[in-house]
Every structure is written in C-alpha cells, then in structure tokens.
C-alpha cells in the first residue's frame, strides 16, 4: 500500500490546459475514483500518476517519494504502479498463467517464485482452475480479472483502473463491481479508479473527485457530494440534480435556511457559514420533490413528459413562471397525468449551494 500526495499539478497541451492546478490526497488502503464527462483531464492525470507524462508544475509523491516533478521524473517501470486498462491487453496466444506472469518474465522473476506468486494471484480473483485457458475461452468478466490478477501478480503499491468495465456488458458490470469491491476489501490495496460512469464511482468509492475542465471541482465522499454539492456543476452532473434560483430569506443556526424560489417559501439545508441573505442558487432532486394538491405551497410545474419506467413514472416538466427551468419527479403508479398537464410541486429538501461556489 502506498499514499498518493499530488499538488498543483498543470499540464498543458499547445494553449489546451488539461489539469489546471490538481490537488489531491488519497490516503493508504483508500479506493478514490476520479469521476468527469469526457475531456475533463481524468486520464491525463492518470497518466501522470503512471509516469507515462511530465507535468508543466506541481509535483506527484508516492509515500514519501516525489517521483514526478518539474526537476525529477522516475519513471514507470520503478514507481511500483500496477495499471488495468479498459481493454484488457491480453496476449491471445498465451495461456491465462503465461499472461499473469509476463510482467514477472520481463522484470527477471523466475520459477518457482513466478510460479508461486501467478498461483496466489489467480486465486485472488476466484480463478484458480483457469491458469491453462486461453483468453478467447473465457467470459469478458474473466478477461478483466485476468488483467487484474496481472496488475497484481507484480505487488504494486499503488492500482491504476482506467474505466476498466467500459468494455463489458450491462449485465457483467454489476458483478464486476462486486469483484473490484471484493478484492480492495480483501487486499487493502491503494486503487485510483478512473471512471465517467457516477453510478460506479458511487458504489466503489471511498472518496471521488469530481473533475471538469482540468480542475478537480469537489473531493468527498459519495454521500456528501450527493447531498452538499459544491457548486452547480457538480449538483447537475451527480445524481442528475436540479439547480434553482432561489433567495434566501433567513439564515438558522442549525444548518437550515428559509429561501424562496418562484414565490414558494420553504427550507433547506444550508452551510453554516457559507450562506447569506439575498440571491442564491439551490440543488434539488427528485426525491425531494412532490405533487401536491392545488392550492398548497409550491412551485407550479407544466408537465412536458410522462415516462413509465417500471413501478413508477418519471415526470418531467417546466417552471410555468419560468419555462427555461426544467424539473423531474417520479410518481408511483397508477398516474393519471398527461402532458401539459398543471400541477403543484413542493420541495421536501434541498442544498443551497455555497456563495463562495457561485462565483
């Protein structure tokens, strides 16, 4: 296991800056998944942390050794990194054990070692009985640990995971959550996972960091950046969140505040010091939203769309104040709604999102 300590970390392409600034702590034994759209400088900075590129400034240190700076780069093949690309990179013509143990040929390690250390690491990923296979026998889930069993053959301190179930079906990338989960709780290794999909860097991470534009826009747990986004962009790209203007009307010592969004008052969850009085902007999502009847506070939607999605409908609508404000909720069946119908929405719970995050 090893601590991943970046700071300031820049790297441009021409005038394209593609990590502005990078700070980061992933702490030992800690899964951290590193979540954005394409383009937002995940990779790049994977490939940072691989050693695969220098920076412009800042610096990388794994434990207590700088191994990327402006002055110093060690490079890949001695920062004891293990990588699992999202496509698998197997040798078709060698057997699931040859593959394992081609990092261990290259670096010199030889038998009875290698074979020792290809035994443990197959059975480390519940595939002891496969070492003779090829991969074109095996399942696109076996291929992956495969990959992984390779990555871990080499006793890395520290796992890199480049959108690793990318490549696979649906079905497969729920069980290969489980496997990743599984293994991380069994060896406590330190893994930075890099992902676009929120909804497995939800269910692995200990912590993400959401990033966009070069820049890492908030670094929490999965609950919090859910619940106290730090800014709008993170609120919309999580959990498909809606972003409101509201104002706030008074600020309470217990963490709430009463606001005001299309003439509706009601209160939400705030931070303590990060909030004043006046224009804000609000996250809310479809949880905290309700169909109320008419007449009763609230924000009066016109429905634009009503989707059966299996239990329940996903309603989809517009601010009838402000139609460039779109809002979905989901109601249980039976629903009687139509499009273009006129209903009232009350706001159960939301965030207003910090005033330092607004500029």
């Known amino acids: 296991m090893a601590r991943l300590t970046i700071t300031g970390l820049t790297k441009a392409f021409a005038a394209f800056r593609a990590l502005d600034d990078v700070t980061l702590e992933v702490g030992d034994g800690e899964f951290v998944a590193i979540l954005g759209p394409s383009g937002c400088g995940k990779t790049t900075l994977l490939r940072q942390v691989a050693g695969f590129d220098r920076p412009d400034a800042g610096r990388i240190e794994i434990g207590e050794r700088v191994v990327s700076s402006v002055a110093r780069h060690v490079p890949p093949e001695e920062r004891r990194i293990g990588i699992v690309f999202q496509s698998y990179a197997l040798w078709p013509h060698m057997s699931v054990a040859d593959n394992v143990a081609y990092g261990l040929t290259v670096t010199g390690v030889r038998d009875p070692e290698r074979a020792r250390r290809v035994k443990d690491a197959l059975a480390l990923v519940e595939l002891d009985g496969f070492a003779s296979r090829r991969p074109a026998n095996l399942s696109g889930g076996q291929r992956q640990r495969v990959a992984l069993a390779r990555c871990l053959v080499t006793e890395p301190s520290l796992v890199l995971l480049d959108e690793p179930l990318a490549n696979l079906d649906v079905h497969l990338r729920a069980s290969m959550e ?182």
């Open 178 to 359: 489980r496997e990743f989960a599984r293994f991380h709780a069994r060896t406590g290794t330190t893994m930075i996972y890099i992902t676009h999909d929120q909804a497995e860097a939800m269910a692995l991470a200990d912590r993400i960091a959401v990033m966009d534009k070069g820049r890492v826009l908030q670094y929490a747990t999965p609950s919090l950046l859910y619940r106290e986004p730090a800014d709008a962009t993170v609120a919309r790209f999580i959990g498909e969140g809606i972003v409101l203007p509201v104002t706030v009307a008074a600020v309470h010592g217990d963490g709430t505040c009463d606001i005001v969004a299309f003439g509706a008052t009601t209160r939400m969850r705030c931070a303590p010091r990060g909030v004043e009085r006046g224009p804000a902007s609000a996250c809310v999502r479809a949880a905290g939203l309700r169909i109320v009847e008419p007449g009763a506070p609230g924000v009066t939607m016109r429905t634009t769309g009503v989707i059966y999605q299996g239990g329940h409908f996903r309603i989809e609508g517009v601010v009838e104040s402000a139609p460039a404000i779109a809002l979905h909720l989901h109601v249980e069946e039976p629903c009687a709604l139509a499009e273009g119908s006129r209903v009232t929405v009350a706001v159960d719970d939301g965030w207003v999102i910090p005033a330092a995050a607004l500029g």
